[in-house]
């Protein structure tokens, strides 16, 4: 069986949950920058003509299109 996304790794929820929420509010955003950054970089090597706006436009659909998908096989 192939899932889309990886299993929930237990250990490394533990440890995020012995973090006050502060921490774990910044990792989250830290995560988000990373993501939209590879994203973005994918992106301009793909389309390198499109202004930045068009760019970011691209990068939303993207993260718009992945907040649909359905974890499973």
Known sequence: MTYRFDPVDVQQ???????????????????????????????????PHLSLRSLNLKVLEEVARAGRTRPGP
């Open 13 to 47: 929820m533990r440890l995020l949950g012995a973090l006050g929420p502060a921490k774990r509010v910044r990792l989250m955003l830290n995560a988000r920058e990373l993501a939209v950054g590879l994203i973005r970089g994918r992106l301009r090597r793909r389309y």
